[in-house]
């Protein structure tokens, strides 16, 4: 069993000036550096690290695909040999006109943010918003760079519980809700544990998990509207014991092309079961094009972020989180400039 009382720190020597969460995180469990993957025209010229054996879908013959680099490696073994990678699906956004999020505004329960540690959004600026703010630049940057309906689809998932995936969704909705030109669709997929609606103090109501199981219901109506400008919700839905069943039919498809398609300036965020608690999580994986794995600095083991890296590794983009730090190896402090702090 991983030992995760005892969280690795960064090696003696290591360049820290200027790191981000994802090179924070990097640092500490000793994975890359946190960078958009280029989208070369063919990879035969291209060296890469040997990358560690994922478990892949299977892609149909009739679905484009873009190349990809792969992201991660054997810890154990740095070598420069070419490695074969897997083709990703890409969604192909059609010519209609995109879906209208029109449901009911509600008000999202501001003391209930301050009481959990959440971004307040009509609060001054704070070191928690600044951090997201990096986090989600970072995240436009990539689907910009790509122009996909998958790249702007976004899973926060963790490997075990406790580890802060909830907490990081949710404030990388309210962080993006901020954007003047975009809009945010946090979407609840812990089917079997959902905390997204008790997060923000909002009604349970239908969602996700009854669009894939209705073909009669369109997950786009039952999307809610928040009295914060542009950021809309999907709650889980009524529960099931064949949740992941329905997320690999392929009904789901469907469903998440409809949540995107073309709606260039839309992000979905999806918080997700951890990676090795539920199987949802691998499912979700095929239909992202980012992955972000929230780690605690406290908590997570080295072992257990490699498990769950394979387990979605369906997703081409990988980035690592580190939440809860106690310390930044570089002694920066956001906040400090703006004369605030916390």
């Excluded at 962080?175 to 009604?203: C, H, I, T």
Aim: charged residues 25%; contains cysteine; glycine residues 8%.
């Amino acid at each position: 069993m991983t030992d995760q009382s005892n969280p690795p720190r960064p090696h003696d020597g290591e360049e820290t000036t200027d790191s981000s969460l994802f090179e924070r995180a990097s640092s500490t469990f000793g994975f890359d550096p946190f960078r958009p993957a280029p989208v070369p025209g063919k990879l035969d010229d291209l060296t890469m690290k040997r990358a560690r054996a994922v478990r892949r879908a299977a892609v149909p013959d009739d679905v484009r695909t873009e190349p990809e680099i792969a992201r991660t490696h054997d810890a154990e073994d740095r070598g420069t040999k070419s490695v074969p990678v897997a083709p990703v699906p890409t969604v192909i956004e059609g010519p209609g006109a995109a879906v209208r999020f029109s449901g009911e505004a509600h008000p999202i329960d501001r003391s209930r943010l301050r009481e959990r540690g959440l971004i307040v959004p009509e609060a001054k600026n704070s070191a928690l918003l600044e951090e997201f703010r990096i986090v989600k630049r970072q995240l436009h940057a990539v689907a910009d760079q790509r122009g996909t309906a998958m790249s702007r689809r976004v899973l926060v998932c963790s490997p075990l519980p406790g580890e802060g995936k909830t907490f990081c969704s949710v404030n990388l909705a309210l962080a993006m809700a901020n954007e003047r030109d975009s809009e945010v669709l946090l979407v609840d997929a812990d089917f079997a544990k959902p905390s997204v609606l008790s997060a923000l103090g909002l009604p349970k109501g239908p969602g996700l998990l009854d669009a894939l199981s209705d073909p009669s219901i369109n997950a786009e109506d039952l999307v809610m509207g928040t009295d914060i400008p542009g950021l809309w919700i999907l709650p889980a839905g009524n529960p099931t014991d064949a949740d992941s069943e329905w997320l690999a039919s392929a009904r789901t498809t469907d469903v998440l092309n409809r949540l995107t398609m073309g709606a260039p300036h839309r992000m979905v965020i999806f918080d997700s079961p951890p990676a090795l608690a539920a199987s949802p999580a691998a499912e979700l994986a095929k239909h992202v094009g980012q992955v972000l794995l929230v780690a605690r600095a406290d908590q997570t083991g080295r072992s257990a972020l490699e498990d769950a890296v394979d387990l979605l590794g369906a997703c081409p983009d990988i980035k690592l989180l580190l939440n809860a730090a106690h310390f930044s190896p570089s002694g920066r402090r956001f906040g400090t400039y703006y004369g605030y702090e916390g």
